[in-house]
């Protein structure tokens, strides 16, 4: 049956229309979608614990020590458990003596090649807290010592001469002037012969398991509980909970500072300085807050089973912000989860302990800003960095940890590279090292004492190429001069110095050789960890609760911050940028825009044009419809 011409242009016309019709809605749509506009503040929940998936007490817990994460392979990860090596010891006697003997003094060295001339800010834009956490989850994973007076057979020292001519360390050119270093301690069963080198034990879980929070040793971690609800033990102090006071049988005092308040934690690394501390006070509200709101729907629950069920949130809570918040920062980018491997060995490298995890000195900021919601500097002004070490004073003085908080969030680390800032490269001193600290000549000298490689004979071990020439390191025509004034050769470079030096990758903190040794670490870390929070059963359901925390939304339910940019790893200098703060909170006003943006009055009004447009296109729609032969008509003409 045939359609009459009629009706066949009819049908045809007003295909045509509504086709145009719809073309013209989804255009203006798509141009009013990728109009540049003021962003909108996000909201975060204030009182967020973790509802969804409390329902039972936990039914299996991590072991503080670490031990047990494996079945088949118990010691795997625990405390004092042997350090990897990446590649072969390079002790001078092969068995235990200090490497590179010929090698120039360290203190020389760090005078030849980490002097910083001028302040290089991280090309990536990242904050002072990015270099903060990178310390806050190291001190996570691994913790080694150096020997002390009850060490077998006498301390071994390693005391780093300083030049007679050394103008800032040695002003008076006393010829035993030196740099206090005593080797580490090493497991006693090895070091006797070149088939047994010496080896370290990890004093800490290799785990990101918050042990630096709750303690490695369980019988300390039930010194910090309260006993009551869950709760880990605070000091109340103006208010605010800060961490435990000090009890003397714990902890002894470095300062010497009479009036000086000390606090016990689960890991005395954590006191090292305000930034460090800040983040444990962060971390102990956290957990405390998350506690009090399982206490609330769970009056059946008691104080063990409220802790164990808060502390595995805590330790997800880290191990999310790590992965998918901290290492993309800094260009670390792993493969997907993709479950649990028994056969991987999560135990750290001692490549990655000293060459990599030991490397912040040359991104620290030199000094601790101090500032206001109104990034106003404070009353009391900003500290030295000096100031902010080895003490807590410091702390509660300058209004808690918001100011510091802010502070880091605000600041611009420093690149990575060989320049070490000078406050911990020249000036740091006190009874903590017994004399002066240069962290540079340091960490040379950690390489040497625990038999690390040349710089060439580790990149042919990693499987990386062996460099030729000073430029194959560095592009940098000055860092190239700098080293061939340390060394003979490229092949007689200490480790540290040289992958310091490397040209970073691009998007990446690292050079090639850093960021290897950083990728094979945090992957096996996490694909090691039967206890990982995407690998347990009890907390499925909040995956993707876990998957998308920040760093920030812990600071704004733990302190009295109201905004703060949502990616705190990144600094941010303008209180009007600040996009993400607590949904009781007023939203932060934003205004005016940087040139090429259009503003959120000029989007709403054209906004309302397009839906004008909108509405005449309907109403000519609908025209087209009650008149279909003058419709017609126009059509055949």
Known sequence: MSIPIRLQKRAQG???????????????????????????????????????????????????????NNIANSDWGAVNSQINRLTSPS????????????????????????????????????????????????????????????????????????PIDDEIMNPGGV???????????????????????????????????????????????????????????VTDVDGWDMVPGRITEYVES????????????????????????????????????????????????????????????????????????????????????????????????????????????SQMADGWLQFDEGLNETAGGHLDLRDGFWTSSSLIEVGGID???????????????????????????????????????MDIQRGRDRGITDYNSLREGLGLDRVTNWSDISSDVDSQQKLASAYPDVDSIDAYIGVMAEDRLESSIYGETQQMLVLDQFQRVRDGDRFWYENDAELNSLTSEFNSLRLSDIILRNTEIESIQCDVFFAESDASSFQCHLANSEAPQI???????ISTEISTYIGAVIVLI?????????KESENPEENETNEEE
């Not at 010929?102 to 270099?131: D, F, K, W």
């Not at 630096?212 to 509980?225: G, K, P, T, W």
């Not at 999560?346 to 990599?356: C, F, R, V």
């Not at 600041?411 to 004399?435: C, F, H, K, Y």
């Open 14 to 68: 007003f295909t045509a229309t509504r086709l145009f019709a719809q073309i013209m809605t989804l255009l203006l749509l798509s141009v009013s979608l990728s109009l540049p506009t003021a962003a909108t503040p996000v909201a975060k929940e204030e009182s967020s614990v973790f509802e969804s998936h409390d329902e039972i007490a936990p039914q299996e817990t991590r072991n503080n020590d670490g031990s047990g």
């Open 591 to 597: 205004s005016g825009g940087d040139e090429g943006e």
């Open 254 to 361: 470095v300062s010497g500072d009479e009036t000086n308040l000390q606090f016990f934690i689960g890991d005395s690394r954590n006191l090292e300085h305000i930034g460090l501390t800040s983040l444990q006070v962060l971390f102990i509200r956290e957990h405390n807050r998350i506690a009090d709101g399982l206490s609330e729907r769970h009056s059946d629950w008691n104080d063990e089973q409220i802790f164990q069920r808060t502390k595995k949130i805590v330790q997800a809570e880290i191990q999310a912000i790590t992965y998918n918040e901290y290492l993309p920062s800094i260009g670390i980018n792993l493969d997907d989860y993709s479950g649990y491997n028994s056969t991987i060995n999560p135990q750290l490298s001692n490549e990655y302990i000293l060459l990599a995890a030991f490397a912040t000195g």
């Open 175 to 233: 010829e035993d002037s030196r740099i206090k270093y005593l080797r580490t301690e090493f497991i006693s069963s090895t070091g006797n012969g070149e088939e047994n080198p010496r080896e370290y034990p990890n004093e800490a879980s290799s785990w990101i398991d918050g042990g630096s929070i709750y303690s490695f040793n369980v019988e300390f971690q039930d010194y910090l509980r309260s006993g009551e609800g869950g709760h880990l033990k």
């Open 403 to 441: 100011t510091t908080i802010r502070g880091a969030a605000y600041d611009t680390q420093r690149e990575m590279d060989l320049a070490v800032i000078p406050s911990i490269r020249n000036l740091m001193s006190g009874a903590m090292w017994g004399g002066w600290m240069d962290d540079c000549a």
């Open 614 to 622: 909108l509405v005449a296109v309907v109403v000519l729609s609908g």
């Open 91 to 162: 002790f001078n006697d092969n068995i235990s003596e200090m490497a590179h003997p010929g090698y120039e003094n360290p203190r020389i060295i760090s005078n030849q090649v980490c002097v910083e001339t001028i302040a290089i800010p991280s090309p990536l834009g990242l904050s002072n807290m990015n270099v903060l956490w990178s310390e806050f989850v190291n001190n996570d994973m691994q913790l080694t010592t150096h020997q002390d007076s009850s060490h077998e057979g006498g301390m071994e020292e390693a005391h780093i001469s300083i």
